[in-house]
């Protein structure tokens, strides 16, 4: 998908309403993930992505083989996140900023990210949807540094508490 497709057509990410209510096997939850993320992320969910998710604490351990709202919850906001960091920060930040209440610190998560991505204003990027290479090399230069600096700053919040 090029960047302008992207823009146009801003990834939205489901609110807890919308995940589905009921037990999943594991190949429905990564098929889900899939559906949900796959405008957003640069590779497929599998299955052993899951299975350590589960196996280093970031995500309940399923019931009887089944998976449940907060499951396919969880994978989406550790796939996002793990686009930028590592899985030691997403698990401390999931243990104080989500853990006490899922379904409503999970819907504040989606709600700002749809928000975000809506209301991106390319100006701030100096972002042409016309550009050519060197406008996209320092496109992607600008945005590499506000990406480490926003990560340095979170990262130092996320470990602050």
Known sequence: MKIDELLANAPQLPQWKELPDLALYMDQVVSLGNRYLEPIISGPITASMVNSYVKKGLMPKPIKKK???????????????????????????????????????????????????????????????????????????????????????????????
């Open 67 to 161: 998976y449940s709202q907060e499951h396919v919850a969880s994978l989406i906001l550790i796939t996002i996140m793990k686009q930028v960091y590592s899985l030691d920060d997403i698990h401390e930040w999931l243990l104080t900023n989500v853990q006490d209440n899922y379904q409503e610190n999970y819907n504040s998560f989606c709600k700002a990210f749809n928000t975000a991505f809506a209301d991106l204003d390319l100006h701030h990027f100096n972002l042409d949807l016309h550009f050519d290479e060197s406008s996209r090399a320092e496109l992607a230069l600008n945005l590499i540094i506000q990406t480490v600096i926003c990560k340095i700053i979170s990262e130092h919040l996320i470990n602050e508490h």
